[in-house]
């Protein structure tokens, strides 16, 4: 009389089972692509890349300025810049005002090293 249940709990649990290991690849797959973007030389182009003019403000955050530079293209994702910018202790630098040249081909060091030099500015 019941014999419809065992049957299809037994498919529940295969589908849910599924979705699980599905998942579970879909957030190690993503964790891995940040943690690459955090520690490799990621860059959005190959050299010689495009040149990018960026201003940033006395006012600007650095999570503000972080979107800006992804917003322009010059980064691909500004939480791992902003991770990558942590580990490298850029909050004790100070990032100055002023209009800067960033190529997009150019790694998150290089630009978080120009933003941190006070030579690194255009005006």
């Known amino acids: 009389m019941n014999s419809w249940k ?3 709990m037994t ?3 295969i589908v849910l089972y599924s979705l699980l290991v599905l998942g579970s690849i879909a957030l190690c797959l993503h964790g891995y692509r940040f943690c ?10 190959d050299a010689p890349g495009k040149e990018i003019s960026v201003e940033v403000h006395s006012t600007d955050a650095f999570g503000d300025i972080a979107v800006r530079l992804q917003d322009k ?6 939480y791992s810049f902003l991770v990558r910018a942590k580990l490298m202790n850029t909050e004790r630098n100070k990032i100055y005002a002023g209009k800067y040249t960033l190529n997009n081909s150019m790694t998150y060091e290089q630009i978080l090293n120009r933003l ?7 005006q």
């Open 116 to 122: 941190t030099v006070s030579e690194g500015f255009d």
């Open 11 to 13: 498919s529940v649990y």
């Open 73 to 78: 293209g010059v980064i691909h994702d500004r």
């Open 36 to 45: 690459y973007n955090i520690f490799a030389d990621v860059r959005v182009a």
């Open 6 to 8: 065992p049957a299809a």
